[in-house]
């Protein structure tokens, strides 16, 4: 299934099929294929049809055998680039917002993980800007999104399993840091119900009583998924408490899925450093998208926020505070205030969340190149106060297990269950001492 340069590159020069090789391929959806392929595309997206593959989607597709294993066909239109979104109810309109699709290569290597898809409308084909970056990685995004419902999988494992966004090269930092970003858009976007997590309607849509063993390998069993919403809109209450907090473990949950060297490790070792770095990273994602909006709070999910500012505080229910009180206070002026002076990128803040001895290597590699004016004691600084953000997330992780303790105990805000025992709880020995997690 894999697709190589030289392939493509051979594509460029007739007419032949990305999909098949077929020698009669023309521009369709996105790329180039035989009108073999483009029928069977459009079928696939307009009747919604769901592919499952019996050899583990590692079927080769050829103009021969296009027809044995429709999983890997649809699988490898996908790659190419061809598009779920440029499949319109009639043709007129498909000539209408015509777009085209490039295959950009990055430090233009020869190699398949560096080969990026990039879909821009023809009008802008020439720009080159940061906005412009953005607008196709959510285009890019957007459609991983829409491929993905085509494939048939139990919808309570984790996203990682999908295996739906493209590999990247351990040995460059662009290819990395393009990896995840597009990985943090995917479990920010992804929903399988159109509703947001706040309402009484998601009390059924969520449990607290799912093992941490269970938790791990499926994400779903704690929630099903709606789109993250980060922007502030309302003022968080203990009772939208549980149904945030569902909403963000399984979150976490979906994206240490896609990190490999956590694929990597024994279910133990796993399943213990994914219990305890739970907290830590989520704090350490709700701390830079409240910097992200520069805002004067932090952000919960699904629109709420707990608010920085503490005259806002009196109308805050005093359950939330017992909880939250502490936390937010450490969170707004050792992470939020001095990651906005910083001007934190999402690119720095997607390194820090892996916290791995490579990962920190390609960090000092993005402040050198995008802060040139630093000389070497200005990017050693720079990068101490990064790494010290860390340090605070997982002091108000500690923190938050106090409360929460507190909260199952008595069953506050309805918080008692399984899962919240095993991360806040459990995870501490007879003594109070915190248990290591794994490091490699």
């Known amino acids: ?21 077929d020698n009669t391929g023309t521009y369709h959806y996105g790329s180039i294929c035989c009108s073999g392929c483009k029928g069977f595309f459009r079928r696939t997206v307009r009747f919604n049809k769901l592919y499952t593959c019996p050899y583990a989607r590692r079927c080769v597709v050829s103009k021969d055998n296009r027809n044995l294993c429709k999983a890997c066909r649809f699988e490898k239109c996908l790659k190419v680039g061809m598009s779920p979104l440029l499949v319109k109810g009639d043709r007129k309109d498909n000539k209408k917002h015509d777009p085209i699709t490039v295959i950009e290569e990055l430090d233009n290597r020869q190699t398949a993980n560096e080969l990026v898809i990039v879909t821009k409308n023809y009008h802008h084909e020439n720009t080159s800007s940061n906005l412009d970056y953005c607008q196709n990685m959510e285009i890019e995004i957007e459609n991983i999104i829409i491929a993905s419902k085509f494939f048939v999988r139990d919808r309570a494992q984790a996203l990682g399993t999908l295996e739906i966004i493209p590999e990247y090269n351990a040995n460059d930092f662009q290819s990395i ?8 858009r995917l479990c920010d976007a992804y929903s399988e119900i159109d509703m947001t997590h706040l309402t009484k309607e998601f009390d059924d849509k969520c449990s607290l009583n799912v ?32 149904y945030v907090w569902c909403r963000c473990a399984a979150l976490y949950f979906d994206w240490a899925s896609h990190v490999h060297e956590i694929k990597e490790l024994n279910e133990q070792d796993k399943e213990i450093l994914l219990v305890g770095r739970c907290i830590p990273i989520t704090w350490l994602t709700m701390g830079y998208k409240s910097v992200e909006r520069n805002f004067n709070g932090i952000v919960f999910s699904g629109g709420s926020y707990f608010p920085g500012d503490k005259s ?44 791995k001895a490579k990962y920190i290597s390609a960090l000092s590699l993005v402040v050198q190149k995008f802060s040139p004016h630093l000389n070497v004691f200005g990017a050693m600084s720079r990068m101490s ?37 095993d991360i806040h709880i459990r995870r501490y020995n007879v003594t109070g001492t915190r248990i290591k997690e794994f490091e490699e």
Request: a neutral charge; one cysteine or more; glycine letters at 4%.
């Open 211 to 242: 093992p941490q063993k269970i938790a791990v390998k499926e994400p779903g069993q704690i929630c099903h998924r709606t789109a993250m919403q980060w922007d502030p809109k309302v003022r968080a209450s203990s009772a939208m408490f549980k």
């Open 312 to 355: 806002e505080w009196a109308y805050m229910d005093k359950d939330l505070l017992l909880i939250c009180e502490e936390p937010v206070k450490i969170m707004m002026n050792e992470f939020v205030q001095p990651a906005i002076e910083m001007k934190v990128t999402e690119t720095e803040y997607i390194l820090l969340r892996q916290a």
């Open 385 to 421: 106060k990064l790494i010290m953000l860390i340090s605070v997330a997982e002091r108000v992780a500690e923190k938050e297990d106090n409360g929460m303790s507190l909260m199952s105990l008595f069953n506050i805000a309805h918080i008692r269950g399984t899962l919240p025992y």
């Open 177 to 184: 840091t393009k990896y995840y970003s597009l990985v943090e």
């Open 1 to 21: 299934m894999d697709i190589k340069p030289s392939d493509i590159l051979e594509s460029r020069k007739g007419t032949f099929c990305y999909v098949c090789g």
